[in-house]
C-alpha cells in the first residue's frame, strides 16, 4: 500500500472481504489523495485512508468493509482509475454503500462524485456517505457544484 502512496498516478483496490460482497451491508472506502511535488508519499491519501478506516472501524452499523480504493493523483484533475473500479464494483453490486474520504467542497465540486450523484439518482441502489473530520454526512444533494437538488439520498 504505501508504495501506491509514492507514485503521482498510482492506484490500488484491495478486496478485504469478497465473501460479503453482494449484500446488503457491502461497503467500499474511496479515498484520494494529491501527491504534492517535494513530499517522498501523498500524505493527504494516507491521513484519509486512515481517518476512513477508522470511521468505518468505530461504526459497525455502516456495514462491512468489502473492498478499499485508493487513487494518488498527480495533480486533482487527474485520472481516477480506483475510481473507475468502485463505480464498476457498484453497478455489479459488489457494494452497495460508498463512504468517501473527503472534503465536503471535494465532492460537491468534482465531476467524479457528480456522476456518482446521478448513479444514485437514476438507480437509488447507491447508498453514498462523505466524511469531514469525525462527522459523518450524507452525500451532499447538489446537481452540480453549489446547486442544491430535489432528491432524497
Aim: glycine fraction near 10%; include cysteine; aromatic fraction near 8%.
Amino acid at each position: 500500500m504505501f508504495e501506491t502512496l509514492r507514485k503521482p498516478g498510482g492506484y490500488r483496490v484491495d478486496y478485504l472481504n469478497p465473501s460479503s460482497g453482494h449484500r446488503e451491508g457491502a461497503v467500499g472506502l474511496y479515498v484520494c489523495g494529491v501527491l504534492n511535488d517535494g513530499e517522498p508519499y501523498s500524505r493527504d491519501a494516507k491521513r484519509r485512508l486512515y481517518a476512513g478506516l477508522l470511521a468505518l472501524r468505530s461504526r459497525p452499523e455502516m456495514g462491512e468493509l468489502v473492498a478499499v480504493y485508493v487513487d494518488v493523483l498527480p495533480h486533482p484533475r487527474a485520472e481516477r482509475p480506483a475510481f473507475r473500479q468502485m463505480m464498476a464494483d457498484l453497478q455489479s453490486g459488489l457494494i452497495r454503500k460508498v463512504v468517501l474520504a473527503e472534503r465536503r467542497e471535494d465532492v460537491q465540486c468534482s465531476p467524479d462524485y457528480q456522476r456518482l450523484l446521478q448513479y444514485q439518482r437514476e438507480t437509488g441502489r447507491a447508498g453514498v456517505v462523505a466524511f469531514e473530520g469525525e462527522a459523518l454526512l450524507d452525500f451532499p444533494r447538489f446537481t452540480s457544484c453549489g446547486r442544491p437538488a430535489s432528491l432524497g439520498v
